[in-house]
């Protein structure tokens, strides 16, 4: 029995079928009808708009060549295709940290009037030994925290915050309904703001 029980569902999962025949027509459908909220998880993750355009046109690439994998047994259509635009943006953001970044010294004059090279007086952003104290710190309370919410809210703010998924797509994901999953994601966040608050208070 299929996944898909909306009459959109249906309709996106007739067109992947297509598309992993090789229906350009199909494919054509499928990018009128899912382009704008495909755009839409990939902005969620890559800010930069025109890389992002660039990202949605991989993610095409990738369901066109993948639309015949798509088991709308296993999953909402609309889930699969996120997860493909999920996948290829985070690809781009990893491929443009390691890109190597080049920079030129720029040189000028310091107050005796001798030619200097200005990057030897910018401050370095690597953390120090206290910033780094600082943000393990900041880290196992993170995790303490976390580890004190139920499972459904630690469920939800997983997939809202670190895969980017929107509330109505964690719904989807979880087979549970919109409002208890906002419920979770409010009251998690709630008790997360306190527990983090009660320890930085007790650092000092």
Request: aromatic share 6%; glycine share 6%.
């Amino acid at each position: 029995m299929s996944v898909a029980a909306d009459p959109r569902s249906e309709e996106l999962a007739r067109l992947l079928a297509r598309v992993g025949l090789a229906d350009r027509a199909a494919f054509a459908a499928l990018y009128q009808r899912t382009s704008a909220q495909l755009l839409g998880v990939v902005l969620r993750i890559q800010r930069d708009r025109a890389l992002a355009e660039d990202v949605l046109q991989e993610v095409f690439v990738n369901i066109w060549r993948a639309a015949g994998s798509f088991d709308p047994v296993r999953s909402q259509p609309m889930t699969w295709l996120a997860s493909v635009a999920r996948n290829r943006a985070i690809d781009s953001l990893r491929r443009r940290e390691t890109q190597p970044v080049f920079e030129s010294t720029s040189r000028g004059f310091g107050p005796d009037g001798d030619e200097v090279d200005l990057l030897d007086h910018v401050p370095s952003d690597i953390p120090g030994p206290q910033d780094q104290l600082g943000l393990m710190a900041q880290a196992r309370a993170v995790k303490r925290c976390l580890g004190g919410l139920s499972g459904e809210q630690q469920q939800c703010i997983a997939l809202a915050f670190y895969q980017g998924l929107s509330h109505a797509e964690v719904a989807t994901h979880l087979r549970q309904p919109l409002g208890s999953v906002k419920s979770w994601v409010r009251r998690g966040l709630l008790s997360l703001k306190t527990c983090l608050q009660r320890s930085a208070a007790m650092e000092f």
